[in-house]
């Protein structure tokens, strides 16, 4: 029988892959929109400068090019590669399938990304050593650059979330997978927000510039936050266009576990920074660092963070263009790439058998084995999106079973929603008897430590096990 091409999982307590990813994701965000919002407002201020023969403007550019040189793109970069490692472990057939539909977009992304770097330190260190022409070339090539880079990347995080049609499965087209449904919207939304982020750390900027005559801050101010006003109104308007854009699945998500827990949130970051950012205009000198950095921490934490929880949510149970479940598991044929559903083949033949990195001696369930059988598959079906803990924060399936430690309750929601693919945010999940009754045994059992006040400790040994797991 075919072995299926799963990989090891990977799974870490209480959080599982998902959060290590999310929060990895959510710095590279901040860290990267700031930087390529900023340097369009470089392009802005360093047009103005050469236009109203400003030089002073560049006195600011050099500032903020520096905290960008030494804050974001530092952390842009090592999140960046933080993010290609989680992902791997996370979600290895996921990332091999971005992998295989978008090898040129990525190497084409890397390319912008070493035209951003080097135009960044560039752009800093010759502004006055070259004519003023030529260095408001730079950063307009800089500006771009940066920009290619989101836009590139954002063709294949849409992709994620779904293709939008029939075409791509068919033809397997990189083009079909990039230009997708969710595409120009999603970049609409990051392309206002970065300007909304680029324009609050220059605030901080300006504010923290003591040495700096009042007509530079005031100048400065005044060109910084309309762009940031306007970025945040195509931030919001392309987010209603985005939510249009949205498979049926993730709607049902965002309506009944996103919106009621983090519309408030993400409201309250808007009308905040739209506030700041009028009274800013309105009165450029009384900017204060104890204010702009706290506010650009609750935009990151209440709004970004939430905003790529959502995102990430929503696309559940899938985690790439609606063919590869959130368990790795491949969901539907894909013609174009001639790949083959999976879910059928695992229900004819048992998980245990067909998994290539299940330890021999659990590959047969027995008395003895059962519970550590049943967390294995527990954590193979399930822990990409549930942690296993009683009580932990990544929605965990004991409490998702209310505390149940009635086994055959458990077993009837595996043997009945999941197998029928009846949960639309959940993947179409069918065992044979024995698997499932190991899954609810082992679920069962953890419920019944927990009223006990007994630490789990069932399976560990296998888990631990490095050259099998
Ligand atoms: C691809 C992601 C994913 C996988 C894999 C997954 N689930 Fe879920 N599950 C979800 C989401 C999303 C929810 C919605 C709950 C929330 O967000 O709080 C959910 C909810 C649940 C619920 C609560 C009932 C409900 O319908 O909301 C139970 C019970 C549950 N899951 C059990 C399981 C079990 C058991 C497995 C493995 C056999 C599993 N899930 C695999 C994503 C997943």
């Not at 959130?326 to 229900?347: F, L, S, T």
């Not at 077993?411 to 009754?437: C, Q, T, W």
């Amino acid at each position: 029988m075919d072995m299926l091409g799963m990989y090891p999982t990977f799974y870490v307590p209480q959080i599982g892959t998902a959060w290590v990813m999310g929060i990895i994701g959510t710095i590279h965000v901040v860290a990267s929109h700031t930087s390529v919002g900023a340097a369009f407002l470089f392009a802005l201020l360093g047009t103005k400068a050469y236009r109203e023969n400003k030089p002073q403007l560049m006195d600011y550019v050099k500032r903020y090019g520096m905290l960008l040189l030494v804050f974001s793109y530092i952390i842009g970069s090592v999140t960046g590669v933080g993010i290609w490692y989680s992902i791997t472990i996370a979600s290895p057939r996921g990332t091999a399938g971005l992998i295989h539909n978008f090898v040129w977009v990525w190497a084409a992304e890397w390319v912008y990304f070493t035209v951003e770097v080097i135009g960044v330190y560039a752009l800093v260190y010759l502004i006055g050593k070259v004519d003023k022409l030529t260095h408001l070339k730079l950063t307009w090539a800089f500006a771009l650059a940066s920009w290619a880079t989101m836009l590139l990347i954002l063709g294949i995080i849409s992709f994620m979330m779904w293709p939008g049609s029939e075409v791509w499965y068919q033809t397997g087209s990189t083009n079909h997978a990039f230009y997708n449904i969710n595409f120009f919207a999603h970049l609409g939304v990051r392309t206002g927000s970065m300007l909304v982020m680029a324009t609050i750390v220059g605030l901080m900027v300006v504010s923290a510039m003591k040495d700096k005559s009042d007509a530079l801050k005031k100048d400065v101010v005044r060109t910084l936050t309309p762009v940031g006003l306007i970025g945040g109104a195509v931030a919001v308007i392309m987010f209603f266009y985005y939510l249009q854009t949205l498979p049926a699945n993730a709607k049902v998500m965002l309506d009944a576990h996103l919106l009621p827990r983090y519309a408030t949130g993400m409201i309250a970051v808007v009308a905040v920074t739209a506030v700041y950012l009028v009274l800013s205009w309105l009165k450029p000198l009384s900017l204060r660092l104890w204010i702009t950095v706290p506010l650009f921490l609750f935009i990151g934490i209440v709004g970004v963070w939430p905003e790529e929880r959502t995102r990430e949510s929503m696309r559940k149970p899938y985690v790439a263009g609606q063919y590869i479940y959130g368990n790795q598991v491949i969901a539907r044929d894909v013609p174009g790439k001639r790949i083959k559903a999976e879910v059928d083949h695992i229900a004819e033949h048992g998980l245990l058998k067909v998994h290539p990195f299940i330890p021999e001696r659990l590959r047969t369930i027995t008395y003895e084995n059962r519970l550590e059988v049943g967390r294995l598959l527990t954590k193979i079906s399930c822990a990409n999106c549930h942690a296993l803990e009683p009580g932990a924060p990544l929605r965990n399936i004991p409490d998702k079973f209310h505390g149940s430690t009635d086994k055959d309750l458990i077993a009837a929601f595996i043997n009945g929603p999941l197998k029928h693919g009846a949960v639309s945010y959940m993947p179409r999940i069918d065992l044979p008897a024995e698997e499932v009754d190991a899954i609810a045994t082992y679920l069962a059992d953890a419920n019944q430590r927990r009223l006990q006040g007994i630490e789990e400790d069932a399976g560990r040994s296998a888990m631990a096990r490095p050259e099998k797991e």
